[in-house]
């Protein structure tokens, strides 16, 4: 079995940006510092590597570019989906991802019967949220 899991990467806002979406998510964060693996002064306290596991199953990872090396610069358009069919809990999910973000697409019912919106939260990443709609009896 294998699995994917999104790996975001941040200049120097992952510890704020992960702590967030553990309160937007739930969960399990584990997180070290670049200084917790040997590295000393400017820089040391970014995060290395984050990983945030949640009670619903998502895995998310992140961290901040390492001192010295240039921030990534996006390569296409990227965003992570979430969908499912409990409009509850994914109207959480995306009123916690857009506190301070920007909404790109409110998250409305849509023509083919989901409802479905697009954010991009306060650290820059963009997301897909799609409730799928009552399927006909």
């Known amino acids: 079995m294998s699995t994917l899991n999104p790996y975001v990467s941040f200049d120097g806002t992952a510890k704020a940006a992960m702590e967030h979406y553990q309160q ?3 969960g399990e964060l584990t997180m070290n510092t670049f200084g917790e693996y040997g590295m000393q002064g400017e820089g040391s306290d970014g995060v290395m590597h984050a990983q945030l596991t949640t009670p619903a199953g998502f895995t998310l990872m992140a961290s901040d570019t390492p001192p010295g090396m240039a921030a990534a610069a ?15 809990e994914l109207r959480g999910y995306w009123d916690g991802l857009a506190d301070g973000g920007h909404v790109d697409m409110p998250l409305e019912q849509q023509m083919w019967g989901d409802t479905y919106g697009m954010v991009t939260d306060r650290f820059g990443v963009s997301w897909m949220v799609n409730i799928a709609g009552q399927q006909a009896s």
């Open 74 to 88: 996006s390569q296409g358009n990227i965003s992570i989906s979430l969908s499912g069919d409990d409009g509850a």
């Open 24 to 26: 937007v998510f739930g």
